[in-house]
């Protein structure tokens, strides 16, 4: 007789404890299975068994898992993540519901993948629901495999849940992440002695906004601070050592448009090869959040060659696409040959959709995001301001990046932010300037369609963020 085949002799003494630790587990599960029934009848039940079933489906799929591609689905319980009335630092350019908008529904979407889910919380674990589920629908003994180890998946989690059994983060990240929700002293902890610096143009200001807001109320007056150095303002959390910053970069690359405030130039010019001075004051940040679209929008950009204020510069205009390969090709030699990658992780935020023109979306002619109350519901809806050559060259850059040893992850918010034609501040915001009767007979004139209102859509992008962070410091 081969070695390994041992005879099993059954014990009958733990054999019989065993069955009464069996008795009670039935009746356990028995009463549990009848509490599930109630609940799962009722609609929210159902809405959780779907949320369940998405949520799990990470497990098997997490490497084909798309962020970008799902839907938005009305969420009033968990959005949204702060509220905007408190955020110390709110801009005035996004406080759409301090500046009168009525309708709020806009802070009420969440973003759900296709085939994975955003780390959030759920109420109770979702295989013991999962479980009981394929209990009561078990018809054949061929199922028997998959309910027996969807039961250990839960009791795992369950211990995990309720007893708080210490893990390590890399097995809570890889197996629970969908539990994990947007959770500000977690992240601080994540960015303790480290920098988190968004470089970029007025959209991504909003997304760095988004972010102080979403970290702020986590932190007590006295252990946070603001300030502002030129093209630099850095929030810091003292107690963390840690700070979120917004580096003004409208073009990454120098321009015209560099100054802080004085901006708005009739004419734009850009030293495509130039970007030393911004850079020097964020390549050694820990985490970088790039992103630059909007104010290339121009079909012709005069470039210089040679510095602004000598008299020999070289003026030539350039078209579109190819100014933006320029410039985005001395950006990414610049954090080749300057960054660190076992340091600094890289981001790059894809294009900001407007919604300036209702037609696209087959509304009046002459309209815009102005009176807007829902997203769009079509599938695959896109808008003609999101231009795919400018995304293409972005992709390329990235690419090539890559071969060369950096990696630069996008964060591809494009196609779901085609969807929220209602989350603009449109004119609920600050007005700098007094509006003229003419205005004020066509609100819509006036209506900003670009930015978004916050709590809103840059609080998603956010949580993509902070999903990337998590998996890369995990
Ligand atoms: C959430 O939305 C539902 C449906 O619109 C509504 O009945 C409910 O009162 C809302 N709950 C909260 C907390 O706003
Ligand atoms: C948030 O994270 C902190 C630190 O990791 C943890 O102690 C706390 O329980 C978390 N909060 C929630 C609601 O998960
Ligand atoms: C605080 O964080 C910075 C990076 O943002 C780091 O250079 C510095 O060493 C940290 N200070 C301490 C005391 O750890
Ligand atoms: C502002 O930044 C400049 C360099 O960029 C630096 O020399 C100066 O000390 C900074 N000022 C403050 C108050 O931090
Ligand atoms: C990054 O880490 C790897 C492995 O630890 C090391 O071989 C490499 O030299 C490091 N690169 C830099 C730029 O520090
Ligand atoms: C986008 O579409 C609208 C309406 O269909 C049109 O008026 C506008 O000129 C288009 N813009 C561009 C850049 O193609
Ligand atoms: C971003 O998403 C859009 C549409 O979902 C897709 O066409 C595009 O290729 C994606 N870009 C990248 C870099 O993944």
New binding site residues.
């Given amino acids: 007789m081969p070695k390994h085949k041992h005879q099993i002799v059954p014990n009958p003494k733990p054999w019989g404890s065993i069955r009464s630790s069996l008795h009670s587990l039935i009746a356990v599960l028995v009463a549990t299975l009848l509490v599930a029934t109630v609940y799962l009848t009722q609609e929210y039940g159902v809405q959780f068994l779907e949320d369940c079933t998405a949520s799990t489906t990470v497990k098997t799929s997490e490497d084909s898992c798309n962020l970008f591609s799902g839907k938005w689905v009305f969420d009033n319980q968990s959005y949204p993540l702060y509220k905007g009335l408190q955020c110390t630092y709110m801009s005035d350019q996004l406080a759409c519901e301090k500046f009168g908008r009525k309708d709020l529904s806009f802070q009420n979407w969440r973003w759900q993948p296709h085939q994975c889910d955003l780390p959030r919380s759920l109420p109770v674990p979702c295989s013991l629901l999962l479980f009981l589920f394929e209990l009561m629908h078990f018809q054949s003994l061929f199922r028997l495999r998959s309910v027996m180890s969807l039961f250990f998946i839960s009791l795992t989690e369950s211990l995990l849940l309720f007893d708080k059994i210490k893990v390590r983060p890399k097995i809570l990240a890889s197996n629970l992440r969908q539990t994990l929700r947007f959770n500000a002293t977690a992240l601080l902890e994540r960015l ?4 988190l610096v968004y470089v970029g143009d007025s959209l991504n200001r909003n997304q760095w906004v988004s972010m102080v807001c979403l970290i702020e109320s986590a932190v007590p007056p006295e252990l946070k601070s603001m300030y502002t150095n030129g093209s630099l303002t850095t929030f810091k959390a003292t107690e963390y ?3 979120i910053e917004f580096y003004w970069a409208p073009l990454l690359v120098e321009s015209n448009s560099d100054h802080p405030m004085n901006h708005r130039l009739p004419e734009r010019i850009v030293r495509v090869q130039a970007i030393e001075k911004h850079a020097r004051h964020w390549t ?3 985490f970088l959040v790039f992103n630059s679209y909007l104010w290339w929008r121009r079909s012709m950009m005069s470039v210089l060659w040679g510095s602004f204020e000598s008299s020999d510069g070289i003026y030539r205009e350039v078209g579109m696409p190819r100014v933006y390969e320029m410039a985005l090709k001395t950006w990414s030699d610049w954090l080749e040959v300057h960054v660190n990658p076992n340091k600094t992780k890289l981001f790059f935020v894809s294009m900001s959709p407007t919604h300036q023109s209702a037609e696209e979306w087959g509304v009046t002619t002459g309209e815009n995001c102005y009176g807007e109350t829902e997203p769009i519901k079509e599938e695959g809806y896109k808008g003609n301001a999101s231009d795919p050559k400018m995304m293409r060259v972005v992709e390329n850059v990235l690419g090539e990046l890559k071969t060369r040893g950096l990696d630069v992850q996008i964060l591809n918010i494009t196609q779901l932010s085609e969807y929220r034609k209602e989350g603009h501040p449109s004119i609920y915001r600050k007005q700098w300037d007094a509006l003229t009767e003419k205005q004020l007979a066509k609100p819509s004139s006036f209506a900003d369609c670009i930015h978004w209102c916050l709590p809103g859509v840059p609080d998603v992008w956010n949580e993509l963020l902070y999903a990337y962070i998590f998996q890369m410091t995990g």
């Fill in positions: 303790r002695n480290k920098r050592n840690a700070t050694d940040a820990d």
